[in-house]
């Protein structure tokens, strides 16, 4: 026998020798993970069915008082009645809704169930991206977690984008995954387009309405360059720029045909030190790195471990803590080297996050400090925290049982914060015809009237609103003008400006400041506007309707 058949042989003993079984025995995580592989079918369709069940326990047939979600609503119906196409915060969701719009009309509930498919879609395409492709103990980790993870949850029955965005990004990496597969070395460039090239088209196509969703997915594309780059897959590189380029470019050319040069300047608006206020001025490259430094400590110090539910729900400004922030940044540049040396998708993923993240943390002012503007990579930042834990363990086995029982106990505290009697009762409500249940009684006034606006007074009239977008949903698509801030206390300049945009009509709402509580303070934005218009010429501003007796609001005719 010759050397190497005896090393064969030897090797062979040493796999069935009972102190090789008494490890594979002793390791947990390999009786978990061959346990989920046996039961795998049915495990992945229970947890798809509750996130579905989720997704209705934590429904709300109400749009949010933020006024951002009605937008997208108001800005679908613009484009499908008036032509306007809804180049502001990125299109790629208005044209979506407008199709529901279409079909449905100004139906909110039948807008917000695509939220519902949108999520259970979620779900579908992850199992489908990373099965197989990663230890199936991290694959129903994520399942679970995007499953009845709440604040994930919360989206699914809203007509914010995230939901949206999270099922469409999801498809993108399940794409970018098949052309991983699809790599050949020694393949030249066009061998790969010929065989591939249904591959590269839906690249390009999906990445295209990724960047049009939302205006930060722009960097996307930079994060599947890079990852070509450092695997030094070249013509990979050459064929994402092209395919995403030349449809992009296309895209261009059709809007700007049929609707005209975009009215939005997102680039110019994400330079400006506030969103709103372009008088403000715009933020220099000192500027810029300070709001990704106080970006980064919000959201890596707080609304990820908050989202994750490693710390309490509320938060405040002294919640932030830096060296959390950069902990947490250490954590996942460790992680993402370990993954560079065991898990090709996972080092993917990991470096899709940590560019969105950049974009978003340069991106967005540091004073619009919203959960919502991280969700879209918090699916993969847990997916990097548990396979990095997870090889941890392998490597220490120590460490499982502890693990084990830490994503256990992480698992039901997340179930129990999903489960919402109060939108099961309030949907109940809403479908019956109660609209209105579940506002609190200066929002209820407040779109009463709006509603009556719109029935009572001719469509050719301009009511100025606080909420134009809230008052325009309810009041059956009558549009409103919209005013966001104080932009004069100055009487005179107060009715020129009005005068200006035609405003017939103020809706005066007591709306509070704190939504939970009526403290007595409002949001008192047109208050203060024409307050010093009715003291200096009272003969203009006329009652025409109350609705309500506490926190009620008022209708007022201007009279120039």
Partial sequence: MSKKEKQVVKASVLEKSPASKMNERSDLFDKINR???????????????????????????????????????ERAWSLLKDGKFPYYQGPGYPIILSMIVKIFGLNVIALKMFSVVCQFGFVWFTYKTFVKRIPITVLFALISFISFNHYIQYYSGQTFTETYFLFLQSICIYIVFKIIDSIKEGQGLLDDLKENYLKWLLFGLLFVLLSISKSVAIVAIVAVVFYFLLNKNLKQVVLVLVSFFLIRLIYQYIITTIYGPSTSDQFEMILRKELYKKEAGYEDLAGMIERFFN??????????????????????????????????ALIIGIFTFLSYKKNKFIFFTSVYLIVLCGGIFFGIQAANMQDRLIIIVIPYIFLLFFFGFYELGKKYSGLQIIFILFAGFMLLRTIGTSIQKENVKAFKKNLSGDIYFGYSPDWENFLKMSKYCADSLPDSVNVLSRKPSMS???GNGKKFVGQYMVTSMDADTVLMNWK???????ILGNLRMNPKKNNGRIINTIHRMIGPVYQKYPQKIRLVKTIGKLEKCELYEIRY
């Fill in 35 to 73: 346990w989920f592989e046996k039961h795998e079918k049915i495990i992945f369709y229970s947890l798809l069915f509750f996130s579905t069940l989720f997704s209705f326990l934590l429904f709300d047939a109400k749009v949010s008082d933020g006024g951002d979600d009605s937008s997208y609503i």
């Fill in 295 to 328: 970006n980064f400590n919000t959201y890596m110090s707080l609304h990820i471990y908050r989202i994750m539910k490693l710390r309490g729900e509320a938060y405040e400004l002294t919640s932030i803590i830096p060296q959390l922030a950069y902990i947490s």
């Fill in 472 to 474: 325009f949903l309810y």
């Fill in 500 to 506: 200006k945009q035609n405003v017939q009509y103020v």
